[in-house]
């Protein structure tokens, strides 16, 4: 249909207007102006005949009294409703048929379509009224750069499809000859190898423990840190970077090193400072602070002592854990014992006899048995602070030399004691004899006053170590209280154990010098320390 103009329904003279154009604002026509409303005064009937308006062809407009108007017929021409007589409101719509035109597609094509159609339905371009698909060039989809550096041609003009693959569109017209896509880039995996990874950004590298080196590197270009065998906390191995061996708290090997080659340290359970446990090597365990309980003990199987009163230096006193208390020094008097139940003596020191003798004791037990106290923290071993006296050594074939007993004993001498003298002294009336140390370790020659001084069994006069064998506590722990016959303990390990271990702690001969076990039956090394602790903590109750 042609062009309608409705002006004020009291208007003297007709609005002209050309034909449509099928073009909004581009002239004065019904596609410009859309639905037109008029009001109208009176409900007379009138009948028009349009003909002297419309030009070519007929028209005719109806109106009747409920306010409905019909216009019928074709024209090219402009239409005017002039002295239009009704009451209310009367709109006028008037349609149109589009001119096909050329419709580009969004995936390049063309096909002949109205302008609703291409646009709406199709998705596309409309080119104009009366355009053909030869006449016109439609933009054609382009290159699409994949995730996996690889390319393909998208299917739609605007790349929807390749954006939603995770693509890079290249653009429109684009062809994969035409692009270069990025690529993906080496991957160092935590063994020190490299391998290429399968999508940009390395996302895939990074899941799988490796540090990306970059879209577009290779293997060629880059160099992986070194590897070894990494022993890890559960004593397993496997090749890693040294940074990876780290991070998964192993213990690396050293570089090309190989699992085949190594032993990892055996672990153990390790009682830490607050009480908690962790299954570490012995290194790792005391590194921390830690008391290790043992090759392959589990911490299911140990209880971690718990905090008691630690003495140290200058008689103070304070509850904290046994391992605590001995990497400061201190001397763990047992555990959950409050510091009002303790008194914190000095700690022990080497205590000299007059025979040359000595021995690591509180300075109370020295002075009262007549020795000389050297002073805290001081160590009969290595060296023995002791002045060794000559006296008279008596030799089997009752000769006599004056030794100091250091030099008597190990020549198979007797030494007849301080200030005695070859000359005064008879080697056939010694009140000598042999005196085996508290824990059955040793066994020396001295009187009898300073053997049971100094914590020993006496064996008897003109008694000699080589014919006496020392008795080896069949309980060690159990090493307190010293009873009356010489012998120790009292068939319970307890806390007098305990006591006796820590007033000794850090020095020589003791009835509970208790660790290691020796190949000859006896118990120690000559130091009282965490493993002599430990060994009484960990038999705790009735001797078997």
């Not at 990497?327 to 025979?355: E, H, K, R, W, Y």
């Not at 390990?493 to 006796?500: A, E, G, M, Q």
């Not at 493993?531 to 009735?542: C, E, K, R, S």
């Amino acid at each position: 249909l042609s062009t309608v103009c409705v002006d004020n329904i009291f208007a003297v003279s007709p609005v002209v207007v050309g034909p449509s154009d099928g073009m909004p604002e581009m002239g004065r026509d019904f596609v410009d102006f859309g639905s037109i409303s008029a009001t109208c005064m009176d409900m007379q009937m009138t009948t028009m005949n349009l003909a002297p308006y419309i030009g070519v062809g007929t028209i005719s407009a109806q109106v009747d009294a409920s306010g409905a108007f019909g216009v019928s017929g074709a024209t090219d021409a402009t239409i005017r409703v002039l002295n239009f007589d009704s009451t209310g409101t009367i709109t006028i719509v008037y349609t149109y048929n589009e001119i096909p035109g050329a419709c580009c597609l969004p995936d390049g094509s063309c096909i002949i379509a109205e302008k609703p159609d291409c646009e709406t339905a199709q998705g596309g371009i409309y080119q104009g009224p009366n355009t053909e698909c030869a006449m016109v060039m439609c933009p054609q989809p382009g290159a699409c750069c994949l995730p996996d550096g690889s390319c393909v041609m998208s299917i739609v003009v605007n790349g929807a499809d390749c954006t939603m693959a995770g693509g890079i569109y290249q653009g429109t017209n684009t062809e994969c000859a035409m692009v270069v896509c990025p690529q993906p880039g080496a991957c160092c995996l935590p063994d020190g190898s490299c391998v290429t990874a399968i999508e940009l950004g390395g996302a895939d590298c990074a899941l799988a423990g490796g540090v990306y080196q970059g879209n577009g590197t290779t293997c060629a270009m880059v160099m992986c840190a070194a590897s070894g065998a990494c022993c890890l906390p559960d004593q397993t191995c496997v090749i890693l970077s040294p940074v990876a061996c780290a991070n998964a708290g192993g213990l690396y090997q050293g570089n090309d090193s190989l699992c085949a080659n190594v032993v990892c340290p055996v672990n153990g359970a390790c009682c830490l400072p607050d009480q908690t446990c962790v299954f570490v090597t012995q290194a790792a365990c005391e590194a921390s602070g830690g008391l290790y309980q043992g090759d392959n003990t589990l911490c299911a199987d140990v209880m971690c002592a718990a905090d008691g009163a630690c003495c140290f230096p200058g008689q103070t006193c304070a509850v904290v854990s046994p391992a605590a208390c001995a990497m400061f020094g201190g001397v763990f008097q047992g555990p959950n014992i409050p510091c009002s139940l303790v008194v914190c003596d000095d700690p022990p020191g080497a205590c000299c006899f007059t025979s040359g003798f000595c021995t690591n004791i509180l300075e109370y037990r020295c002075n009262s048995f007549g020795g000389v106290w050297q002073g805290a923290f001081t160590n009969c071993l290595p060296n023995n602070p002791c002045p060794q006296p000559d006296g008279a050594c008596c030799f089997p074939d009752n000769s006599c030399a004056q030794l100091a007993q250091v030099y008597c004993e190990p020549a198979g001498g007797l030494y007849a004691g301080f200030g005695t003298g070859c000359i005064t002294q008879s080697c056939f009336a010694l009140d000598l004899g042999a005196c085996c140390a508290p824990n059955g370790s040793l066994c020396f020659s001295t009187d009898e006053v300073t053997c049971v001084g100094t914590g020993g069994v006496f064996q008897g006069l003109a008694t000699e170590c080589a014919s006496i064998t020392c008795a080896v506590p069949t309980c060690p722990p159990d090493c307190a209280p010293a009873n009356p016959d010489g012998t120790f303990g009292n068939g319970q390990v307890n806390v007098d154990d305990l006591v006796s271990v820590i007033n000794a702690f850090g020095f020589g001969i003791s009835a509970c010098e208790l660790s290691p076990p020796n190949l000859d039956g006896s118990f120690g090394n000559g130091q009282v320390n965490v493993d002599d602790l430990v060994t009484v903590i960990n038999a705790f109750g009735p001797c078997p």
